[in-house]
């Protein structure tokens, strides 16, 4: 089956960095994305890594390990703006048929 | 605007009743998922559409079912309502993967139902 852990809040201050890791276990591995979700809004599209190594699309930047089962988001500079849920999710190709399968979500709290 | 569409945004009705929700994928996407997300849950897969064919299923219970239509929009079905189906409801659609693209998808606003 599939599996995917991040932790449940996490609290940091403006203009600082913060990393919101998430481990996952699934068998047919197809890529991993991290979403922004504010409350009561849809996900929205942050990043994609499907292959090891560091993506960097401005303050965001995600990482992969498909050997450790381990990803993580890292955002700079945070602004207030940025407090939100942030959602990994794992594609999976285990039935033929693309499934994406999301973890439970950090709730970021960005403080003044 | 993601571009895709979900009727209505809010629906409030009675235990015991049923329920359609829409979805209209983006232009040009085949594959619309379902997924269900109750208060501070994470989302939780319902069902996927690929071109009018069920793909495949998630945690979806028995009293919920789903269709693609031959344009492409969806409909999820929910029946005999419980209290605890309140919950924000979303569609998704995806483009074809390949080479340069990542194939993420794109959320609808959700439908918000409350069941009384």
Redesign the interface.
Known sequence: GQNIDQPTEMTATEGAIVQINCTYQTSGFNGLFWYQQHAGEAPTFLSYNVLDGLEEKGRFSSFLSRSKGYSYLLLKELQMKDSASYLCAVRDSTSGTYKYIFGTGTRLKVLA | D?GVTQTPKHLITATGQRVTLRCSPRSGDL?V?W?QQSLD???Q?LI?Y?NGEE??K?NILERFSAQQFPDLHSELNLSSLELGDSA?Y?C?S?PP?GVGR?????????S?LTVL
């Open positions: 993601s594959s998922y997924y849950q994470g989302l897969f996927q690929y793909r495949a998630g924000l979303f998704a995806s993967t990542t194939g993420e998808l794109f959320f609808g606003e959700g918000r």
